[in-house]
């Protein structure tokens, strides 16, 4: 059974990761092939092939540890630390619910690109 993540902002679907099982079984100590596609969800076996990254993942390390591995096999990894992305993750909207506040204290219209800037400074 693939599992399928959603990446949101407040309500806003930036992405999605759809990872699939190729070979393996589904004892914990299996290590099992796993093919990871980014944005639609492929609708055949071989859009999977497609366009899907391979990796190889350990059954019994559980499903957030095959969603990390799939990032990674995507590109996505850990060169920014975590305490950085914490510094500045959106918090409350305003009384006029159209600014949001980092928690670094700075007004923000694009978290995205105010998360990029910052990282940036890293």
Known sequence: MPLHVDIKINEDLINSIHIGRVSGGTKPDDVNDYLVVEG???LSLEDWHKNGFSYTHRYGDGAETCVLKGLQALGYDSAVPAATVQEHEPTDKTAGGFLNI????EPVDDYREHLAEKIGEV
């Open 102 to 105: 980092c928690t670094c204290g």
């Open 40 to 42: 639609d969800k492929p």
